[in-house]
């Protein structure tokens, strides 16, 4: 410290002139070895004089510069900004006073060294400036100034010293020596004092800034400077959220800068930049090349044959292509770092500085060490070094957090703007592009990837500071330890590749697992599908044991997982230990002189652990970079796809013709065979044109060529007009059903009121628990197929436009219904006359009623003309007409027969199909439609039928209805998302604590305290062993020295793994014993259960919350014990070191306490909010994929681009909170650590005289390390309350009410019964759900074994609830039913259902093999599967499969047709052959055929049971022995057939209209 001893150093000599003789510049006697410290006045009046002008001045241009560019409006002059402005003049005169006064001595004949001129000279024109800053700001609408304060804080810094100097001269004398100077300085010093206090206030917002307008606008834009430092002004959020739970409504708007309209926009320019340099570069190279080129890829066969014989023609093209597209791809990366490169500096700037910043501590500590070592110093020295950690400490928090808030809001920006552009582009890609990205891929680039990029960002800074970072760390250890830091650094290096060959399994094991939770999911969705069937076979356990199989595996995979994951953590946490261990035992045996004190010691392993981060961000960093670049190159392609020519289509023709084609040839994608080939087609104004044809002859693909959504590739086609367009497949929002009408046009009410009217959709309207304003789920799935389609045909209609392209609309809608909106709407007579429309059609009934038929063949016109002419030619509309002509007769008269029967479809709620819409509706499945297209009967007959019916209900239905629907609709938005407010219960975390085990709960913490008390040890070990360099006996105990740390590392090293260990397994068993539970209680729950709740919801308990409990809490419960330790034991260390430090513990501690209680209130909610927003974002994307061509036909292309933006944004608007809440966190928690260093350091310093140097450094170098671990501490808190909501969710489900036991010991009937298939109602009633009607009102009869029994009514007179009567599906409200004596009320379950068979309406299958699907127990031989399907008539279809018995059904049976589904469900009953029969009949005649072979089947094969079927169609029954007539739950009519003809009742009329009795 005497370096700068003596008078005469260089430095001073320089100085020597300005300072003159009298003034020394440095005085070290005078400044350092004293009590009473003091610089010399020379050293004030230039370096302390100087140092904030330099400042100022260095700063300014850049400054200035910046407020030219960013200007926000003025703002008037106020008084704040007045009183700021005075005080800078009148700073200015007083230095200037001070000047003037030194010329005045100079007169006077005294000569004043030179400083005296400079410095008030220099100080004056500064002040000058700074008035001039303050300004120019108010001029450019800065509110607080960051410059400004920096400047006055350093001004009042600096004056601190003369200020305390100036008064100690005046007391050693009795008077003043200089009044003047002194005078003028203590205006001087009060003037930038009260600077610097204004500078801290806050201007008003500028005038005309949009501040104003925002009704919630974030408090950042008008913070002040330290407000935005500290993030103080995110508090008022943290308060209202502490409070009570935050919502939607209270979170402040989107800054513009990061809005969707700002970011998104420039993004695209960027990038339509880049591709139009490739493109220009592409045609200066390729002028000459491409006519070379087109002649091999327009005949890629003969090129094949060419290219050496051998290469497909497919090879050739890829190659051909490969070489196109290889080298011009337009970069997207260039394009992101243009965009959002300028910003991310900034961030990158910071941490630059906060990396130099970190070093300074460990010299600081280095220096505390030997401050302490030393006897005779003075303690100010002690104090000054204390105050700096602590400084340098608070500096780096608040650059650090400064630099993330810069690198998270990039990370935001940028996924705003990918969605942005993907989206924009997903609107407008060509269908080859689709065909190559699907749904689902595309949504995928949207969340996954857009994530990637967000989630990089964040880290991307860590790429070059972790390299500086190590190699200033390894110069200072270098400085300390010499060469012996190399085997240190060997040790860190070695555990590199160790960790990431864990890295790699884990990543392997994660995808292993991945793919068994897949298949867990995929079999519980069909379990939950299908749980009635399940139910009424009695086949829970076989699927029980199938998933719990599924879930051992992937319990397996965890536990290996786990495994892993100890050694990890045992890595992670010994690393630091293993390397000091290494170097220090290294560096005492290389050489006897090196002698290892305190000071080397702590200072290195300060500087190992600052070593820890950057070597394990790097690999984090680098696997992140290889995921986002394979991110990159899919956006990159994706954004480079083909877009749709907006001009192929021509609007703007005034030919007379609405609609022309002339020599169309048109195509899906440019390298497919034309699919439309040689159209002429003119369609004149206001005329009503049908296109026939058979299925794929290119109806559709015309009305594509004519949206413009094909690819042209020769001809002309012009559309006059406004188009609207109805699409095959109905495309419904996922918005009120008003809003799918209106699609964006305003109300009106009485147009509104003509549309419903004519398009059939007032009655549903009554059915619909909300009328207009019921919201509709995603894709429709509420309304039936019929109800979607005409939704359609309203939204056209109220469109208003000019020509209508109607593609199919009829088919999904039954034949009266189609009639009415062919009259009213789309025929001669219709709302449209006078507009133009093209129908597509498959019925023939209205084809004479419209002005010209387009007949298409093979996507050729084959013939255009009216109905006359076309049937005078004879040709092939002729023939059309006459394969069609047949089944239309038939199919109209069996739709107007059932209609009058009204037996359409039975009503009951139970029956899981019926009402329960919310659920179930979309069952008709694409091999049934695709089955009815080829018949052309007017398909998905069945859905319509059953929306038809609910309309007819009785008033009680409806009630019971719409009280089901309601709660549903209601509480599937509102239950999933305020279920969970509020702080987690502790009972959830003794649940948690017992399903891991209490006795194991207790190790796992003793397990924790032995691993931190090793630690501690080995540290205290370590200042011991330092501490024998004072007392010289180093040589002798050097190895007893090492070999007690490296026993006592290595203890915790095994610790750390055992405790990460048993807490794998405990967490494991919990999950298992959690995940049993909930599969048990689901299997045992009743029917109505299921009824009620959505599926969506069961299934994510299954995967959502399993998932939740197997991964994240148990690496949640890891982090959080460990932080808590290390927290924990840094506090004894310090405490035992200097135990006066325990009286700080308290108040750091409560406030610790209340910023962490702020924070998870406020964080929790704040996740949540950003998880509800984002899923709209994504059910919008994927709907909007779907409806893209119905959306570019409305022309709605730019409302969608905007409803997606808004959507982002206000995902964002919660997401952004919830980056700061981390940064305000980051910085009070920080605040503290630092608190702790800074008192640490105090009390060494105060109790220097007994401390030996090795416990201050432990006790410091401790305090050091404390911020991060209190850090991380309250996060882990914030997930642990997180994700032990899962385990509450999860238990929830896990106690639901159960259905009666499945087997009951004592009452088991005897193994052979029912013997004769008797059955006896007695007095019998029942209801559906506690609180509802009776279904069924005291029904008495008896069957004799054997009979078969035929049930008919109308709907809802409780057919079905006969059936599941029997099954006790439904309990008994009053009476019994008696089955062969036993009263099946009595017996389990599973005893009475296996004892039944049932062939359901609905043919339900199962994935997995078709025997496993006929026998799931394995309880017949192969012999009597293949009779069975031999009398079900499925022999031929099976024994031609390859695979046989093991054939696979797909998920719900998807590859065999309805037909065969309904075979399949036959085999089952005749492989079971019970003595009681239940059929219930399926409602659509899905088709004749198959319903006469099982009728068939059953009367041979089930000759000698008892059968129950409930009729549809009453031929089948004609036969039966009696017939069971209910009306409104009761019997009206019981005898046989032809008694109840005669009788002339309720029987006769059904068979009359049916058409079976005259």
Request: charged share 20%; aromatic share 10%.
């Amino acid at each position: 410290m005497n370096s700068s001893g003596g008078t005469n150093s260089p430095a001073t000599k320089k100085m020597g002139w300005l300072c003159g003789e009298k003034l020394h510049f440095w005085e070290p006697n005078q400044t350092f070895h004293t009590d009473r410290p003091d610089l010399s006045e020379c050293f004030q009046l230039s370096v302390l004089a100087w140092l904030p002008c330099v400042f100022l001045w260095a700063a300014s241009p850049a400054y200035i510069y910046y407020l030219k560019k960013s200007s926000r409006g003025y703002i008037m002059m106020s008084l704040l900004n007045r009183f700021k402005t005075v005080f800078g003049l009148l700073l200015w005169i007083v230095c200037w006073a001070d000047l003037f006064s030194s010329f005045h001595e100079l007169q006077k004949g005294q000569s004043p060294p030179p400083i005296y001129f400079i410095t008030p000279l220099v100080l004056g024109i500064t002040m000058l400036l700074a008035t001039f800053l303050i300004q120019y700001e108010r001029l450019h609408g800065i509110q607080s100034s960051g410059v400004l304060f920096i400047f006055w804080f350093l001004s009042v810094l600096c004056a601190i010293v003369p200020f305390r100097s100036k008064i100690l001269k005046a007391f050693s004398s009795d008077e003043v020596p200089d009044k003047l100077r002194f005078t003028s300085f203590y205006l001087y010093f009060g003037l930038i004092l009260l600077e610097l206090v204004l500078c801290c206030l806050n201007e008003k917002p500028p005038l005309f800034s949009n501040v104003v307008t925002d009704p919630n606008p974030c408090p950042e834009t008008t913070a002040g400077f330290l407000s935005t430092v500290t993030f103080w002004w995110f508090t008022s959020l943290a308060i209202k959220g502490y409070k009570m739970p935050l919502e939607a409504k209270d979170l402040w708007s989107l800054n513009e800068r990061d809005s969707s309209k700002k970011i998104v926009p420039k993004l695209l320019k960027e990038w339509e930049k880049e591709q139009s340099k490739i493109k220009s570069s592409e045609q200066n190279l390729t002028t000459k090349a491409t006519y070379a080129k087109q002649q091999p890829s327009a005949t890629n066969h003969v090129s094949g044959g060419a290219a050496g014989g051998e290469t497909s023609p497919e090879e050739v093209e890829v190659l051909l292509s490969n070489q196109k597209a290889a080298p011009h791809q337009p970069s997207f990366l260039r394009t992101l770092i243009k965009a959002f490169g300028p910003y991310f500096l900034i961030g990158s700037g910071f941490k630059l500085l906060q990396d130099s910043i970190t070093f300074v501590n460990p010299q600081l500590l280095r220096m505390l060490i030997s401050f302490t070592s030393q006897k005779d110093v003075p303690v100010w020295w002690g104090y000054t070094l204390a105050f700096l950690m602590f400084f340098t400490a608070i500096l780096q928090t608040l650059i650090l957090h400064r630099h993330f808030q810069y690198c998270f809001v990039t990370g935001m920006n940028v996924r705003t703007a990918l969605i942005g552009a993907i989206y924009r582009k997903s609107l407008v890609i060509t269908n080859a592009a689709k065909r190559s990205s699907t749904v689902g891929e595309i949504v995928n680039l949207m969340s996954v990837d857009a994530q990637r990029f967000m989630d990089l960002t964040t880290f991307l800074n860590m790429l070059w500071s972790a390299p500086l970072q190590i190699m200033l760390a390894l110069y200072f250890l270098w400085q300390n330890l010499g060469p012996s830091v190399l085997a240190g650094v060997a040790v860190m290096v070695m555990l590199i590749p160790f960790n990431a060959v864990i890295a790699m399994k884990t990543r392997a094991y994660q995808v292993e697992q991945m793919q068994h939770k897949d298949a867990r999911i995929k079999l519980m969705n069909e379990i939950l599908n299908g749980i009635k069937v399940l139910k009424l076979y009695a086949w829970e356990n076989s699927f029980k044991e199938k998933i719990l199989a599924i879930r051992q595996k992937e319990l397996i995979v965890l536990r290996k997982t786990a495994y892993l994951g100890a050694l990890s953590t045992m890595a992670w946490t010994s690393a630091p230990f293993l390397v000091a261990l290494t170097t220090f035992a290294v560096f005492v045996t290389v050489d006897e002189k090196n002698v290892l004190d305190a000071e080397k010691a702590f200072v290195s392993l300060s500087l190992f652990n600052i070593l820890r981060f950057p070597l394990n961000m790097l690999p984090q960093v680098i696997s992140g970079l290889v995921q986002a670049s394979v991110s990159l190159k899919r956006i990159q392609n994706f954004l480079s796809h083909d877009e749709l020519d907006p001009n192929s289509v021509d609007r703007k023709t005034s030919s007379e013709f609405a609609v022309s084609v002339v020599n169309g040839k048109f195509t899906w994608a440019k390298e497919d065979e034309p699919v439309l080939d040689n159209i002429n087609v003119m369609v004149p104004q206001g005329s009503l044109v049908a296109v026939v044809g058979h299925v794929g002859c290119g109806k559709s693909s015309l009305i594509s060529a004519l949206l413009g959504d094909m690819e042209k590739v020769e001809g002309e086609v012009s559309v006059r007009g406004s188009v609207a367009y109805v699409p095959q497949q109905a495309w419904i929002q996922n918005a009120t059903l008003r809003d799918n009408i209106l699609f964006g046009k305003s109300f009106h009410e009485s147009k509104y009121r003509r549309v419903l009217d004519a398009c059939a959709l007032t009655p549903d309207l009554e059915v619909l628990p909300g009328g207009d304003m019921t919201e509709i789920g995603e894709k429709g799935i509420n309304l039936s197929g019929g109800q979607r389609q005409r939704v359609s045909l309203a939204r056209a209609l109220y469109s208003d436009a000019e020509v209508y392209l109607l593609d199919d609309p009829l088919s999904a809608v039954d034949s009266h219904v189609s009639k009415h909106i062919f009259d009213n709407l789309i025929g001669p007579e219709g709302l449209l006359k006078g507009k133009t429309r093209i129908l597509v059609t498959h019925g023939i009934t209205f084809l004479s009623q419209v002005d010209n038929i387009v007949v298409m063949v093979e996507g050729r016109v084959s013939e255009m003309g009216s109905y006359q002419e076309l049937l005078n030619q004879n040709g092939a509309f002729a023939e059309f007409l006459r394969n069609y002509a047949l089944e239309d007769i038939v199919e109209e008269d069996e739709a107007t027969e059932e209609l009058i029967e009204d037996e359409l479809f039975p009503d009951d709620v139970l029956s899981n199909h019926h009402t329960d819409m919310v659920d179930n509706e979309p069952t008709v499945n694409e091999a049934k439609k695709s089955f009815m297209r080829q018949i052309s009967i007017l398909s998905g007959d069945s859905e319509n039928l059953r929306c038809r019916s609910v309309r007819r209900q009785s008033q009680k239905k409806h009630q019971e209805a719409q009280e089901k629907k309601k709660p549903q609709e209601g509480q599937n938005l509102i239950q999933a998302e305020t279920a969970e407010t509020g702080r987690v219960k502790t009972k959830v975390f003794l649940e948690y604590a017992k399903a891991v085990g209490l006795v194991l709960s207790v190790i796992i913490c003793l397990l924790y305290g032995c691993q931190s008390a090793a630690a501690i040890g080995a540290n205290i070990w370590l200042s011991q062993w330092t501490s024998d360099s004072l007392t010289n006996q180093t040589k002798e105990n050097v190895h007893m020295r090492v070999g007690v740390y490296a026993a006592l590392g290595i203890a915790q090293g095994i610790l750390v793994m055992a405790s990460s260990f048993t807490l794998a397994m405990g967490n494991i068993g919990a999950a298992k014993k959690l995940h049993a539970n909930l599969l048990n209680n689901k299997l045992h729950t009743p029917q109505s259960f299921f009824d009620t709740t959505p599926i969506g919801r069961i299934i994510n308990r299954f995967s959502k919350d399993i998932y939740v409990i197997d991964e994240a809490l148990p690496s949640t419960v890891l982090m959080f014990l460990g932080t808590f330790f290390v927290s924990l034991s840094t506090m004894i260390v310090i405490i035992s070191s200097t135990p006066i430090f325990a009286v700080v513990i308290a108040p750091l501690a409560f406030i610790y306490v209340f910023v962490q209680r702020f924070y998870v209130a406020t964080s929790r909610q704040l996740k949540r909010l950003e998880s509800v927003s984002r899923s709209p974002i994504y059910s919008h994307f994927s709907e909007t994929i779907t409806g893209s061509s119905v959306i570019r036909a409305y022309d709605r292309h730019a409302a969608f681009v905007q409803m997606c933006d808004m959507k982002v944004d206000e995902n964002q608007k919660s997401y952004y909170p919830g980056i700061v809440s981390n940064r305000w966190l980051g910085v009070r928690i920080e605040f503290i650590g630092n608190c702790i260093v800074l008192f640490a350091a105090l009390f060494a310093v105060m109790g220097k005289d007994t401390l030996s140097p090795g416990l201050v450094g432990l006790s410091v170098s401790y305090a050091l390390q404390v911020t991060m671990s209190l850090n991380w501490m309250v996060r882990m808190t914030s997930d642990l309350e997180n994700n032990i909501v899962a385990v509450e969710r999860v238990k929830e489900y896990s106690e639901t009410k159960t259905e009666a036991p499945w087997e009951v010991e004592d009452k088991k009937p005897p193994a052979e019964w029912p013997t004769q298939g008797n059955v006896e109602f007695n007095e019998y009633s029942v209801r559906y759900r506690e609180g509802l009607d009776l279904v069924l009102r005291n029904i008495t009869l008896s069957v004799k074994g054997g009979e078969k029994i035929g049930i008919v009514g109308r709907t809802g007179a409780g057919k079905s609830s006969m059936t599941l009567c029997l099954f006790r599906l439904l309990e008994a409200a009053g009476g019994e039913i008696t089955i062969d004596g036993v009263k099946i009320s009595e017996i389990g379950l599973h005893d009475l259902r296996s004892k039944l068979t049932i062939i359901p309406q609905e043919p339900v299958l199962f994935s997995g093999t078709l025997r496993m699907n006929l026998d799931p127990f394995d309880k017949y031989s192969d012999d009597d599967v293949w009779k069975a399907l031999e009398h079900s008539h499925l022999h031929k279809f099976v024994s031609n499969q390859p695979a046989k018995l093991e054939l696979e059904c797909s998920e719900g049976g998807e590859n065999l047709s309805v037909g065969q589904r309904q075979l399949v469900c036959l085999a089952r009953a005749l492989l079971r052959k019970t003595r009681i029969l239940v059929l219930d009949e399926a409602t659509a005649a899905i088709d004749l055929e198959t319903d006469d072979l099982i009728q068939s089947t059953i009367r041979t094969q089930f000759d000698d049971c008892t059968v129950f079927t409930i009729a549809h169609r009453l031929n089948t029954i004609m036969d039966y022995t009696r017939v069971l007539v209910l009306d409104k739950g009761q019997i009206a009519e019981f005898d046989t057939p032809t008694n109840l003809i005669s009788k002339r009742g309720i029987f006769y009329g059904m068979a009359k209209d049916a058409g079976l009795v005259q």
